[in-house]
């Protein structure tokens, strides 16, 4: 497993940006495929983004397809999700995680939150209309 600490939530306006990181403790997250999830109140824990450990491959939610994108530095252990085009519905508090197995081949596309098994404490994003 690995730590996960998230920050750079905040209040924006709908229509405006932000960037979540993520920095993650341990020698295996340059290993790990990660992601991005999201919990608005009273609703489920829903995936937002993904990213291979390598970063050459994404997947997006549709909700979110064309406005986020997911990246990771692998040399500072960091993991980012830009926020464009904000929308009051995006308000939630976000989580990343990192996937339980290293070296993921593929299939990024079909993994659940069940296929995350380190979790941060998640940051706040709130967007006003």
């Known amino acids: 497993q690995v730590q996960l600490v998230e920050s750079g939530g905040g209040l924006v306006q709908a229509g405006g940006s932000l960037r979540v990181s993520c920095v993650a403790s341990?020698?295996?997250?340059?290993?790990?495929?990660m992601g991005w999830f999201r919990q608005a109140p009273g609703k489920e824990r829903e995936f937002a983004a993904a990213i291979s450990w390598g970063g050459g491959t994404t997947h997006y939610a549709d909700s979110v397809k064309g406005r986020f994108a997911i990246s990771r530095d692998n040399a500072k252990n960091t993991v980012y999700l830009q926020m464009n085009s904000l929308k009051p519905e995006d308000t939630a508090v976000y989580y990343c995680a990192a996937d339980r197995r290293v070296l993921r081949s593929g299939g990024i596309a079909t993994m659940t939150s069940a296929d995350f098994d380190s979790w941060g404490q998640g940051t706040q994003v709130t967007v006003s209309s």
């Open positions: 341990g020698r295996t997250f340059s290993s790990r495929t």
